[in-house]
């Protein structure tokens, strides 16, 4: 190979990226640090797949978890001959081949079939009524006092907390089976028949209706890998593995072992942020347990935040030692990298900030979608798409985003809002109900996936980041990371 030959779109990878690339084995995980340049690595990997391996192009299947991801992902390979999908659209291509005929059903779909589930179905049974019953502590005498109930927020919250458990028990491709163990929990029976006869009454509501939902057709496209070779690949590289749920694994692993393929995963443990939709980081910490003989390669060098930036980070994120433990590197210095301003009045905080900032690019990031409005009147936000606003005056480049949103991208500066100690602040700390837990693994580290949430805030900016911290009840993690004074600037507005 030329010297220039890792030179990926104008930038040269590293020794740790180009050792991923050319002693990767049949099964490699990627673990990328934030900032890392884990895109840039794997369009380098095919193109050493493409010139020195001599791969065909129509046998390399690369997967990411959005279209936007996907969209981006195509223009940096540029290469059409490579299918480039997210994992639905990948199932529903397995399915146009096998000439499958359904529909999609619409995004409300579950949340409709519970409601009919509540209004025509309930009644007829007198166990189910009685299992209602134990579950309200209330007995309707008629059926108007039922109807009444059932538009209560009580009830509504009830039925928002089965669309969740049955939308997790999907993605983690729990069976029947599974479900009957979960009968051992005594004290949600009554919940737990409800569910089960919900789940029954929403597959035959699609069977009737020919739908599809989109775990659906994961199972099914899966279903046909297992049956013939229709799926055939050489390489498979996924992108932000760590946000994988044991339905995806369970759907690559059938591809992989159909096609005898390759398969290269890579994400970012640390920045594992989608618990709260099936995504289970144990199948990235234990890659080895699933794919026997995988290699581990580390990026460890990042190019977005400062040294002082990732130490304070580095050091905050590995409190919890259930971690792959990464020593990022950069070759960016800034002497004080957080910035800490503390106000009484958190309508004029924010714009005070705003303003005392040099860079035009800011990042607005919160927990909750409704943070903004609590420092910034609505009447005075300009929306536009994709989360950008204007306000008057104002001429800088502003975007407000919730911190999930904001994963995978990066701004020149960032500013934190929400840093409260309360059950909607960072850490966020509402429980889920004992029904979630039953699908879901037990936290090893208290608020673990709040902690990489506020990483991942931290890890989005180039330069500065600036916390908006009140005075008063402050975030644990701010309680936390305030020790490191020597890397902190604060200021009291």
């Known amino acids: ?41 794997m369009v380098g990997k095919i193109k050493y797949l493409l010139e020195i391996k001599k791969v065909n192009p129509n046998d390399i299947l690369c997967i990411s978890f959005t279209n936007e991801s996907v969209n981006s992902l195509k223009e940096k390979i540029n290469n059409p001959a490579i299918s480039v999908f997210t994992f639905h659209k990948l199932a529903i291509s397995i399915l146009k081949k096998e000439d499958l005929y359904y529909e999609l059903a619409s995004p409300n ?46 009830h509504i919250e009830c039925e928002k907390l089965i669309a969740t458990f049955i939308s997790l028990y999907y993605t983690n491709n729990f069976t029947k089976r599974d479900f009957k163990a979960f009968f051992a929990e005594k004290k949600e029976k009554p919940l737990l028949y409800i569910l089960y006869a919900i789940i029954n009454f929403y597959e035959k509501e699609k069977e009737i209706n020919h739908l599809y939902d989109f775990d ?12 013939k070779n229709i799926c055939q690949y050489q390489e498979i590289i996924i992108d932000e593995f760590q946000d994988t749920s044991k339905l995806r694994l369970d759907f690559i ?10 398969l290269t995963v890579v994400g970012d443990d640390f920045q594992s942020i989608y618990k709260f939709s099936g995504c289970n980081l144990n199948i990235f910490l234990n890659f080895q347990q699933y794919f026997k003989g995988a290699n581990i390669f580390k990026l460890e060098n990042t190019y977005r935040n400062s040294q002082e930036l990732i130490h304070v980070a580095g050091d905050f994120i590995m409190k919890n030692t259930h971690q792959i433990k990464k020593e990022l590197k950069s070759p960016k210095h800034l002497e004080k990298p957080l910035k800490f301003y503390y106000y009484l009045n958190p309508k004029k905080i924010l ?17 909750n979608n409704f943070d903004l409005y609590s420092y910034i009147p609505k009447e005075r936000i300009h929306w536009k798409e994709n989360g950008y606003f204007t306000l008057e005056n104002c001429k800088k480049n502003l975007r407000y985003l919730t911190i999930h949103k904001s994963k995978g991208l990066e701004s020149d500066t960032v500013i934190i809002i929400n840093l409260l100690d309360n059950e909607l602040g960072l850490p966020a700390k509402k429980k889920n109900k004992n029904i979630i837990n039953l699908l879901q693994d037990k936290e090893l580290f208290l608020y673990e996936e709040e902690r990489r949430l506020f990483y991942v805030a931290l890890t989005r900016t180039k330069n500065a980041c600036f916390l908006l911290i009140p005075y008063f009840n402050p975030s644990l993690f701010i309680k936390e990371i305030k020790n490191y004074s020597t890397y902190i600037e604060k200021k009291y507005l």
């Open 253 to 262: 692993a059938s591809i992989v072992k159909n096609s005898d393929a390759n």
């Open 216 to 227: 659906d057709l994961i199972k099914k496209a899966m279903e046909c890998c297992q049956k």
């Open 351 to 367: 714009l005070k900030t705003i303003n005392q900032i040099d860079s035009q690019k800011i990042l607005i990031l919160g927990r």
């Open 109 to 154: 779909f579950l949340k409709e079939t519970i409601h009919l589930f509540f209004k025509e179905q309930l009644l007829k049974s007198n166990f189910l009524k009685k299992q209602f019953y134990l579950l309200t502590k209330k007995l309707f005498f008629n059926k108007k006092q039922y109807f009444t109930f059932l538009h209560n927020q009580k």
């Open 1 to 41: 190979m030329k010297n220039d030959f890792f030179i990926i779109n104008g930038y040269p990878l590293d020794e740790n990226q180009i050792n991923a690339i050319i002693n990767a084995k049949k099964y490699s995980l990627i673990v990328a640090g934030a900032g890392s340049g884990k895109t840039l690595t």
